[in-house]
């Protein structure tokens, strides 16, 4: 908070420092009628004087001569006339609106910055910078989790992130025992299906095989166009050397995949030596 408050009154110094001074010292008199009758009278003797030296050297002649002194006369008639008339300006203002100013200017900064600002975000030890997560605070984090869940072996989703969670860390037979564990859910899902048929093949080494392509083929009658599962699919029987299935699945999932991205040039790398294989 002090450090924004310096800034703060740093800013409004310099544009006190801008506005200020031309409303401190702003002119305070305004000239009066006489003053303006003065400055006008003199001006049309000066204009009357070149006309008379223009008409002495002949640039102008008699007539010409009388009217153009007619015309300044008129000109001086209708300024000295619009003076009269002219309502009489009040006396400055100028430094009372300094002082306002002055007075105002920091409040309202206050006022703004309580309503739309953040205070805390100014607290050193607010601003300070966040400890990273290391990878000892991110498995302490999964072990309170799984000791979470033997005292809630029901709860599902809870299984479901602990699972999850093991996968990231390359846990694959605790991941596959926490899948395990949510079934029931995974079951209806094409998604899940697809993650726990990947764990199971990760943590086994054999492919995707046995159990995990049971879990593929659930996942695609759920879903046929699931773009997981059809990568899978596609694997599963690229290993089993069922070149026309393998296909089929690949060839349905490049739509779904970006064009010229690196999975795609796998898909086809694999579909096109799938072909030559057949």
């Given at each position: 908070m002090t450090q924004f408050a310096i800034y703060a009154t740093l800013i409004i110094v310099a544009v006190a420092a801008m506005i200020l001074p031309s409303l401190w010292f702003a002119r305070r008199r305004q000239p009066s009628g006489a003053d303006r009758k003065a400055a006008n009278l003199a001006i049309f003797r000066d204009q009357l004087a070149d006309l008379e030296r223009e008409r002495n050297e002949g640039s102008l002649d008699e007539s010409e001569f009388e009217q153009a002194r007619n015309?300044?006369?008129?000109?001086?008639?209708?300024?000295?006339?619009?003076?009269?008339?002219?309502?009489?300006?009040?006396?400055?203002?100028?430094?009372?609106?300094?002082?306002?100013?002055?007075?105002?200017?920091?409040?309202?900064?206050?006022?703004?910055?309580?309503?739309?600002?953040?205070?805390?975000?100014?607290?050193?030890?607010?601003?300070?910078?966040?400890?990273?997560?290391?990878?000892?605070?991110?498995?302490?984090?999964?072990?309170?989790?799984?000791?979470?869940?033997?005292?809630?072996?029901?709860?599902?989703?809870?299984?479901?992130m602990l699972a999850r969670s093991y996968k990231m860390l390359g846990r694959y037979a605790e991941s596959v025992e926490a899948y395990a564990k949510a079934e029931p859910v995974i079951e209806k899902d094409p998604e899940l299906l697809a993650s726990y048929a990947e764990t199971l093949a990760m943590a086994s080494g054999k492919g995707l095989s046995g159990k995990a392509r049971e879990l593929i083929d659930k996942a695609l009658k759920l879903d046929p166009q699931h773009g997981h599962t059809l990568f899978l699919a596609g694997a599963a029987a690229m290993e089993a050397g069922d070149a026309k299935n393998g296909i089929a699945y690949w060839e349905a999932l490049l739509p779904q995949v970006e064009a010229g991205s690196e999975l795609d040039q796998m898909l086809r790398n694999g579909i096109e030596q799938m072909k030559q294989g057949k």
């Amino acid at each position: 908070m002090t450090q924004f408050a310096i800034y703060a009154t740093l800013i409004i110094v310099a544009v006190a420092a801008m506005i200020l001074p031309s409303l401190w010292f702003a002119r305070r008199r305004q000239p009066s009628g006489a003053d303006r009758k003065a400055a006008n009278l003199a001006i049309f003797r000066d204009q009357l004087a070149d006309l008379e030296r223009e008409r002495n050297e002949g640039s102008l002649d008699e007539s010409e001569f009388e009217q153009a002194r007619n015309e300044l006369q008129r000109r001086l008639l209708e300024e000295v006339e619009a003076g009269d008339e002219a309502e009489p300006v009040p006396a400055s203002t100028s430094r009372p609106t300094a002082v306002a100013l002055l007075v105002l200017l920091p409040l309202a900064a206050l006022a703004a910055y309580t309503v739309l600002g953040n205070p805390r975000a100014l607290d050193p030890v607010n601003t300070a910078p966040q400890k990273q997560m290391t990878a000892a605070d991110i498995e302490g984090m999964v072990a309170k989790l799984a000791a979470r869940m033997q005292q809630n072996p029901d709860d599902m989703n809870g299984w479901l992130m602990l699972a999850r969670s093991y996968k990231m860390l390359g846990r694959y037979a605790e991941s596959v025992e926490a899948y395990a564990k949510a079934e029931p859910v995974i079951e209806k899902d094409p998604e899940l299906l697809a993650s726990y048929a990947e764990t199971l093949a990760m943590a086994s080494g054999k492919g995707l095989s046995g159990k995990a392509r049971e879990l593929i083929d659930k996942a695609l009658k759920l879903d046929p166009q699931h773009g997981h599962t059809l990568f899978l699919a596609g694997a599963a029987a690229m290993e089993a050397g069922d070149a026309k299935n393998g296909i089929a699945y690949w060839e349905a999932l490049l739509p779904q995949v970006e064009a010229g991205s690196e999975l795609d040039q796998m898909l086809r790398n694999g579909i096109e030596q799938m072909k030559q294989g057949k």
